[in-house]
């Protein structure tokens, strides 16, 4: 079974830097995981992925040049460093695994992942 477990949220200020972290577990074949994010009143938005079998990369609009996503194999666990943070950044974030593609696309629909976790609460104040 897929599980993904997400941590490292918190409260900054404006400016400021979190590093998330997905840790993962059920499964051993190449993978593709998406970062999302569900701010108060709002859909659910895409906000990063990495696919381990091609390095490939995907960032939303509204994060690329300030989000780095990553990975570290041994520890089965994919990273997000969350860099110049703004208000709008204030989410609760979630991670998961797409079941349909193991490499990265901007089409992706949310439907193709499972094994979301309870999220982590980002805060960011002015």
């Known amino acids: 079974e897929v599980q993904l477990v997400e941590s490292g949220g918190g409260s900054v200020q404006a400016g400021g830097s979190l590093r998330l972290s997905c840790e993962a577990s059920?499964?051993?074949?190449?993978?593709?995981i998406g970062w999302f994010r569900q701010a108060p009143g709002k859909d659910l938005e895409a906000v990063s992925c990495f696919s381990n079998n091609d390095g490939r990369t995907y960032y939303s609009f509204s994060v690329k040049d300030r989000f780095a996503i990553s990975s570290d194999n041994a520890k089965n666990t994919v990273y997000l460093q969350m860099n110049g943070l703004k208000p709008e950044d204030t989410a609760v974030y979630y991670c998961?695994?797409?079941?349909?593609?193991?490499?990265?696309?901007?089409?992706?629909?949310?439907?193709?992942?499972?094994?979301w976790g309870q999220g982590t609460q980002v805060t960011v104040s002015t």
């Open positions: 998961a695994k797409n079941l349909m593609r193991s490499t990265c696309v901007s089409s992706a629909q949310v439907h193709e992942y499972a094994g």
């Open positions: 059920g499964f051993t074949d190449d993978y593709a």
